[in-house]
Every structure is written in structure tokens, then in C-alpha cells.
């Protein structure tokens, strides 16, 4: 393996994604080429429709190409069974939704805690409680998602995806549901917490002035790669 492969932890070849219709085949994304190197922050944009989104769960394995191949930490996802996709998520990649998808029925400490448990982690409890309280809600740990804002929701969400310590964090209009303050805020975490923890960005985003704040910027317009340029902080620390 050639050192630039090994500074990529996202490596993208010829990906296209098909999907059957009533009208016949329709192509999502054709012949996509990029690769994403370790800690670098990137933000995926594009009109409505455009395959971003698909694009995202391509990446993150939770749908399969038609065509083509994604690397993964070194690790081809054609090659990979569901199973073995499932850890692969488990192991190295966070997530935060547009919607939150937190569970309603644990509380902003037990919803951190999951995916922790899940995957056997003894210490669990106090890497939430340390989670929490970096994105300002130690004192909302016995709270549930009804009882938060919007904002205090997505905060929960970004301490949930950052438990374990993921190589790479996705996230699909992170800061969209929310207004102004509260979307700035959460950014701002997500940056912070890129910097602190080394952790790889990959954003979806409709929103400009959001992926100027990436090193570098992919353009996907009808299913394929428009260009790739960069971003505001592209040549910052």
C-alpha cells in the first residue's frame, strides 16, 4: 500500500448507483472519483436531487453500489457482507441526522451511551458524562429527548456519534431543523470536536456558507462530480 493510500481514509473509484423503475433504470450517481485523507473536514453539496445524500449512505455502507468501489479505512465495502458492514460502522464511523434519531424512551445520558454499550464498552457511562458535557448539556443528563430543544437534541446527537472515538464522522444537513443560534452552535461543535479528536468530517449540506467552513468542497450536480474546490479552511492551522 503506497503511503497516499494510507493518508486516505475515504478512497472513491468509478462509483455509480443505479435504482430500477416503473420507466426503467435511473442513475443516481455515475462515475464518481474523490478520495478524503485522515482528519480532513469536507462538505458534499448540491441542488435537491443532485445524489448527495445517496452519495452519503454509499460512504457511510448503508446502501451498495451498482458500480464501482469505496475504501473505508483500507477497507473495500464490495467485499463486505451486511454483517460486516454493520461493524465496520460500529467500529469506526459516528453519524449525526438532520432529524436527531434519538431514542425517545432513554435519556440524554442513556442515548449517549448506546452505541457504546452496544459494542461492549466497560466505560461507557463516563465517556458520555465527559461527551455531554463538552457540548454544554452536563446538566441535562437525566433529561429526555421531549424535554430538550431542537438544539440541546442535536447536541445529544453529536455526543452519540462521538462516543468511541470514530475515525469518521458523517452528517446529512446537521444544522437544517434548526434556527440560526442554535445551528451556529452546533457547527461550531462539530468542528471543535474535529480538531480535538483528529476525527475525519464529512458533511452533507445545502448550505454555503456551512461548507466554506470545510478544507475543501464536492460539488455533485444530475448524479456526477461537478468539480471539487476549496474551502475557507483550507489553508488554516
Known sequence: MSVLSQLNVIQVSGLTKRVNTLEGSLTILSDINFSVKSGESVAIVGASGSGKSTLLSLLAGLDVASQGEIHLDGEALSTLDEEARARLRADKIGFVFQSFMLVQSLTALENVMLPAEL???????????ELLDKVG??????????QLSGGEQQRVAIARAFIGSPKILFADEPSANLDRKNGQL???????LNKQNGTTLVLVTHDEQLAKKCQRI???????????????AANVG
Not at 464498552?121 to 458524562?129: F, G, N, R
Not at 452546533?186 to 471543535?192: K, M, V
Not at 464536492?218 to 475557507?232: A, M, V
Open 218 to 232: 464536492i460539488h455533485i450536480e444530475g448524479g456526477q462530480l461537478e468539480k471539487i474546490s476549496e474551502g475557507g
Open 186 to 192: 452546533i457547527e461550531n461543535l462539530l468542528f471543535d
Open 137 to 146: 448539556l452536563s446538566h441535562r443528563f437525566a433529561h429526555y429527548p421531549s
Open 119 to 129: 459494542a461492549g464498552d466497560h466505560d461507557a457511562k463516563a465517556q458520555a458524562v
